[in-house]
Structure formats: C-alpha cells, structure tokens
C-alpha cells in the first residue's frame, strides 16, 4: 500500500522555465511534508517542508504547495537551473507520533540546458 | 560537520554471510533510521530509534537486526545475507523539535549478494 505517491517517474524542463513535481497521499493523518533531492551517489538532503497548517511554503526558487482537501502536493522550482537535475522525493508523516517519513518513489528531474 | 557518516559505501556479500552496516551521527540527534532504497522505489524504513537502549521496527524489518548502546551510533545487523538484500541502504538522523523535522541522511551504502 504505497500511501505517498509520485506518479510521474521522470520531467525535463528546459533551462529557466518552472518544473512542477506533483505528489499524492491517501493518509489524511499525514500533518508534515517534506522534499528532499537526491543527486546519484550521495544520500538525499532535505529541500523544503510544510505543516498541514498552512497551503504554502517559499524558500528562494523553492515553494511547496499543499492541498489537503484533494491529498495533493506540489514543489516548483523556479527558474529551474542546470543543477537542479536530481531525484526528488515527496515524504510525509504523522508530527504527533515519532515522526517516521514515509517516502514516495521519487520524480527524475533533467533540466535541458 | 561530518553528520552521519555511513561505512562501508560499497560491499559485495555472498549469500548466507553476515556483515554489520556502520552508522555512526555527531549532531547529538536522538532519532535515528535505516532505509533501504531499490531500483524505481522510494525509501522503505527498516529499522528505528528514538533514543539510546531503544529500537522498533519499520516497514521491511526481517532480515536485519539493529543495536542503539549510544546516541551517535546505529549499527545494521545482516545476520544470513540474500539476494533480496541486494539495495542501497541509508541511515539518518534527526532531532525532535519543533519546526525542524528534516532528516540528515548519510551517503548510502551500496550492498549486493550474490
């Protein structure tokens, strides 16, 4: 039962234009979430995150985009740069319990030059 | 700055040997994981510990066991190694406060059985 979901496993975007990952969840207990990217042989570093309180979190070319009532994130990147070409991963949790992430399977992005 | 550092990045085990995946934090996190990665997957938790002397298991724990003596050590147990266990394995850790609940994930180690 994959209760995160990232259902695109790969996006281009062209260099400077937005790229929009979309991520889904089917737990409403899910108060917290996060992003991480992850660039081959390196473990993922934590983005951005947001708290169920609020619809939105900017972080410079980072915002993160909850919507509770469709279960349905998203992270934009924007202007998106050559060196944003990673794997992101959507990741959830319950802040009331011990906080263990439960990740999606993760979006390649490629940002073309 | 170390913050979690993995040993070995890389091993190839044959089926049936046993090996301990070292993990070891220096940020005083108390919280502290193993995942596992595959191929086209997410992260699956293995294992958990949210303190010294305190562990529990994740969502794929058989076949591995873990240890918490301290705060800054988690080692990864394989006791009879298969195929299956054929992943990238991440430790991480984390400290509970309010506002931060980002993990510090080490660089991955590599394992494959054979």
């Known amino acids: 039962d994959q209760q995160v979901k990232q259902n695109s496993p790969s996006l281009s975007v062209q260099e400077g234009r937005i790229s929009i990952l979309n991520c889904d969840y089917t737990?409403?207990?899910?108060?917290?979430f996060l992003w991480y990217k992850k660039y081959p042989a390196e473990g993922p570093t934590f983005l951005i995150s947001i708290s169920s309180i609020k619809d939105k979190n900017e972080d410079g070319r980072f915002t993160v985009f909850l919507n509770k009532s469709a279960k349905h994130l998203s992270l934009h990147i924007v202007p998106s740069q050559p060196g944003d070409s990673a794997v992101y991963f959507c990741a959830a949790c319950f802040t009331f319990g011990n906080e263990k992430l439960t990740f999606g399977t993760g979006t390649r992005l490629t940002i073309i030059p | 700055n170390a913050g979690v550092t993995q040993t070995p990045k890389f091993r190839i085990l044959k089926i049936g040997q046993s090996m301990t995946l070292q993990c070891t934090q220096d940020m005083n996190h108390n919280y502290m994981y193993w995942y596992r990665q595959d191929p086209g997957m997410g992260l699956k938790l293995i294992y958990y510990s949210v303190g010294a002397g305190i562990t529990d298991k994740g969502e794929v724990p058989n076949g591995y066991n873990v240890s918490r003596s301290t705060t800054e050590d988690f080692p990864l147990r394989l006791e009879l190694a298969a195929p299956s266990q054929t992943s990238v394995y991440f430790c991480?850790?984390?400290?509970?406060?309010?506002?931060?609940?980002?993990?510090?994930f080490g660089s991955g180690t590599r394992l494959t059985v054979v």
């Open positions: 991480a850790s984390s400290l509970r406060t309010s506002g931060n609940l980002g993990y510090t």
């Open positions: 737990n409403s207990m899910f108060d917290y």
